[in-house]
């Protein structure tokens, strides 16, 4: 899938995160900027932050990307490595991460994720609790929106992350 209105399409949602005076905020992010790494990163710099901003989106039902921004530092967590062969969001995170796209991907190939587990450690979220829920992702089947949702939920905003993306409470 390489037209840009297709990837853009297969937006489920995305959200800027930051902390401002102690208390979270949930921005809808306009899906045109989930076109790489690069123009999620320089869009996340427009919001303030306790910490920095974060970007949450959810792709295609099938994987999602977390790109935080705290002053030059950028950190990415891809779910699947194996969206890259499709997507260019996911493909630009691994050029990000230094990694080589994965070979081709046969259908039953074991998806894993790439990038920074710690990525909200700061926040509460370790990244050995990142790595379990991640883990129960590809075993229970769990989409990427109810992901997303209990990663917001161990770091404190699981009600306005769910209020911005239009989910309903667990």
Sequence with gaps: MSDQLEQ????????AMYREDGAWVVRELAHDLLTDVETLTHALHRFPGDGGAIAMAAIDEDFFVIVRVTGAATRVLLSDVTAADEWELAASALDV?????PEEVEEEEEADPAGDLGILADFGMSAVEMGMLLDDMFEDDLYPDETLSEIARAIGCGEAFDDAVGLMPA
């Design 97 to 101: 991460l230094g990694l080589p796209l």
């Design 8 to 15: 853009i399409e297969g937006v489920d949602f995305a959200v």
